[in-house]
């Protein structure tokens, strides 16, 4: 990538604009990923960010400041900065009440402000760029526009790496938007960027204490929904109050929380029916009206009744229940998420957005040499082993790969569609020795081997193989080193089922594509897959749950 930008400013040596572009593309290469947080309005996001932040930063009343798009990254002093739509930067005060930091714009209002810098010294954002969006499907048109710009321009690529999506229940709406952001960050490649977040998780079953039990119930079949599914790469459920209560947990809150576990539990039981109950006056709590209102306001009644099961199930300090509610948000899975799916392919997805952003160059300035810059720029696309990994998951989930189902699930795993670890995508326990994963690693080569080369195999079911065998020979060597891998080919050439291509031949596989008459490779040994009819497209999987309806 770093030779394709020194290619790129030679080819525009003479254009000041566009070197100024080059370089930022630079600078995204090198600056932490960026994950931004959007979706429809009142669904949790700023709160969402603050527990993400560990700090209460990010203003989540209605105001100036959540009308603007909000930029955190990390830096070792706190610095606020307007950056305004005539180009000229304003610095702002730093000023925080009751722990909450406070946003002033003075005299500007949102509609004078492009976006807001805040640079702030959490460990949370040392690795990620996180980025606060006005709500989608505002009663003000101008606030939502101003998501839908920046996270989905037409004519450049999204600012944003990736996006935490919250939704509170599923809606064309959030569809729309998801295809939207996944058209505009992909390009070409046609990858999946996208993570959903079940927002507001413990209002599902009404404040129950089981009620996160429910949410994971509905997080499981909205993963499972087609739409959602070809959008997002996974589905996870939080309590965002929670999350954001728990990561910034006050010692006077545990006190309170511990003097409710304390009461009798029919007296609690009572308390606790309903938030109207638990701020009756009186009542057998000791508790004031302002603390039980306090409570209510930073945990919701969903939080108060787990706060104080939990301290009665032995969280004894307060670290102990900031560390048990924030596991029982929901907010660690997400975090798990993040690091594996979106900082584990940070490098391809920035790639993928300075791609994005030479294309517009390319296509709006030509230069002498641009043919020749296009051309590395196809190449990049074709060739880089991460993006024909997500442009596999997106295909696998969006049509029915001519393959079994056995054989569709496996790729989607070892293209990383359950994780990028190289024990997950190999389906083996972390604790597995080298035998083991010799072993699995053999075997997978040799059946993927014996697709690739079978005659039936049409040019689909080639490609993913390819794809497939380049995914597993990366975890292999990630486990084993080169020599394990040369071992495991080894292993896979013994078994039978078919001879491993050149490596060569793997790395300069085109990107995957609808297939076609033409042949895919030379016989092979191993039993073939089940294919659709060379010349057949694949299925969409509406078409395909329409067919088995028939029959």
């Known amino acids: 990538m770093a030779a394709l930008l020194d290619e790129a400013r030679g080819v525009y040596h003479d254009d000041p604009a566009a070197l100024e572009a ?29 527990a993400l932040i560990g700090e ?9 400041c959540t009308r603007t798009v909000t930029w955190y990254r990390y830096a070792r002093t706190p610095k606020v900065t307007l950056r305004l739509l005539d180009g ?14 406070e946003l002033d714009f003075g005299r500007y209002t949102a509609d004078d402000v ?49 996006i935490i999506y919250l939704l509170r229940h599923l809606h064309a709406t959030d569809v729309r938007f998801l295809e939207a952001f996944r058209d505009t960050a992909a390009g070409q490649a046609r990858t999946v960027n996208a993570v959903a977040v ?94 039980r209102r306090a409570l209510l306001a930073r945990f919701g009644i969903f939080g ?36 594996d ?38 190449r990049l696309w074709a060739n880089a082993r991460e993006f024909r990994e997500l442009e596999l998951i997106s295909l696998a989930r969006t049509t029915v790969l001519p393959l079994s189902p056995e054989e569709c699930d496996e790729a989607e795993r070892l293209a990383g569609g359950s994780g990028t670890a190289a024990h997950t995508r190999l389906g083996l326990a972390e604790a597995e020795g080298r035998p083991a994963v010799r072993e699995r690693v053999a075997t997978t080569l040799a059946h993927w081997h014996g697709v690739l080369q079978s005659p039936m195999a049409d040019r689909l079911t080639v490609e993913v193989a390819r794809v497939v065998v380049r995914s597993t020979e990366g975890a292999a060597a990630e486990l084993l080193g080169s020599e394990g891998v040369d071992e495991a080919r080894g292993g896979a050439e013994a078994s039978g089922e078919g001879t491993p291509v050149d490596a060569g031949t793997a ?36 078409e395909h749950a329409a067919q088995q309806r028939e029959h």
């Open 22 to 50: 080059i370089a930022a593309m630079d600078r995204r290469l090198q600056e932490p990923l960026r994950i931004a947080v959007a979706g429809i309005v009142k669904a949790g996001k700023s709160t969402l960010l603050n």
């Open 56 to 64: 209460k930063i990010a203003p989540t009343d209605a105001g100036e």
């Open 88 to 101: 000229t930067s304003v610095r702002l005060p730093v000023r925080r009440s009751a722990g909450a930091l």
């Open 114 to 162: 492009d976006w807001v810098d805040v640079e702030w010294p959490s460990e949370h954002l040392r690795r990620t760029v996180l980025i606060d969006t006005p709500g989608i499907g505002s009663l003000s048109t101008e606030t939502s526009a101003r998501s839908t710009r920046f996270l989905t321009p037409r004519e450049s690529p999204s600012e944003a790496d990736a």
């Open 198 to 291: 079940l927002s507001r998780a413990d209002e599902i079953g009404s404040g129950r204490i089981d009620s996160l039990i429910s949410a994971a119930r509905i997080a499981d079949r909205y993963r499972r929904d087609g739409e959602l599914r070809a959008l997002a790469l996974g589905v996870v459920p939080v309590a965002g109050l929670l999350a954001e209560a728990a990561r910034t947990l006050r010692e006077s809150e545990f006190i309170a929380l511990r003097s409710l576990a304390g009461l009798d539990r029919a007296v609690r039981d009572r308390a606790l029916l309903s938030a109207d109950r638990f701020l009756r006056p009186g009542g057998a709590t000791t508790l004031s009206l302002d603390v």
């Open 304 to 339: 108060v009744r787990l706060g104080a099961a939990l301290v009665r199930a032995g969280a004894h300090t307060s670290s102990e229940l900031s560390e048990r509610l924030v596991q029982q948000s929901g907010l660690i899975e997400l975090e798990r998420f993040v690091g």
């Open 341 to 378: 799916q979106f900082r584990g392919r940070a490098v391809a997805f920035k790639t993928q957005g300075v791609l994005r952003g030479l294309e517009t160059l390319v296509r709006e300035r030509r230069g002498a040499d641009a043919a020749s810059l296009r051309g590395g720029i196809e």
């Open 507 to 542: 790395v300069a596989a085109p990107a995957v594509a609808a297939p076609s008459d033409a042949a895919a490779s030379p016989s092979a040994d191993g039993p073939a897959p089940h294919v659709v009819p060379p010349g057949r497209p694949p299925q969409s999987r509406r």
